[in-house]
């Protein structure tokens, strides 16, 4: 299998918001490995659909030995906060700090279409975070101030 091409910024569809499934298809379930696949040939810990090219609301994710894969992933409850540098296969090479909900309920389809809730706290939650963040088209570098967004996009960095 060969890793999916990966969307870096400023590629237009990294900012789309993507659409709900109504289910798990064998599409989907193909997508999820390929994603998997795709998130660590690049050594990632999570990566969503639009970062791939597809505007679908389905993200994956490795943490130690936690694999999840969701699709329509809701984040309906947080506690705590926690700030962290974070990193992005779609942002080479910039770190940014942000500042993110300590533990996170969500729900969404895990990989055979059944309904699910998890409960996740530390990196586990910080990564579920930022892979939903992709699917309403936000990047890490919306977490910068202004001025610092500015900065990079003078540097030709962003």
């Keep these: 299998?060969?890793?999916l091409e990966l969307k870096k910024y400023p590629q237009k569809v990294l900012r789309k918001r993507c659409e709900s499934l109504s289910?798990?298809?064998?599409?989907?379930?193909?997508l999820f490995r390929q994603m998997?696949?795709?998130?660590?040939?690049?050594?990632?810990?999570?990566?969503?659909?639009?970062?791939?090219?597809i505007l679908k609301k389905l993200i994956v994710a490795k943490v130690q030995r936690t694999v999840i894969q969701l699709a329509n992933p809701e984040i309906v409850d947080v506690k705590g906060t926690d700030t962290m540098q974070e990193g992005c296969l779609s942002v080479p090479g910039i770190g940014v700090e942000v500042e993110r909900p300590y533990e996170v309920v969500v729900r969404?389809?895990?990989?055979?279409?059944?309904?699910?809730?998890?409960?996740?706290k530390g990196l586990l939650a910080r990564v579920l975070q930022h892979e939903t963040d992709h699917l309403y088209g936000k990047l890490i570098?919306?977490?910068?101030?202004?001025w610092k967004r500015?900065?990079?996009?003078?540097?030709?960095?962003?």
């Design 1 to 3: 299998m060969a890793p």
């Design 23 to 30: 289910t798990v298809s064998g599409e989907e379930k193909a």
């Design 36 to 53: 998997l696949f795709t998130m660590r040939h690049f050594s990632g810990i999570g990566l969503a659909a639009p970062q791939v090219g």
């Design 108 to 120: 969404g389809l895990n990989e055979r279409g059944q309904a699910v809730e998890i409960k996740a």
């Design 141 to 146: 570098i919306d977490y910068l101030p202004f």
């Design 150 to 158: 500015l900065t990079f996009r003078i540097q030709g960095r962003v």
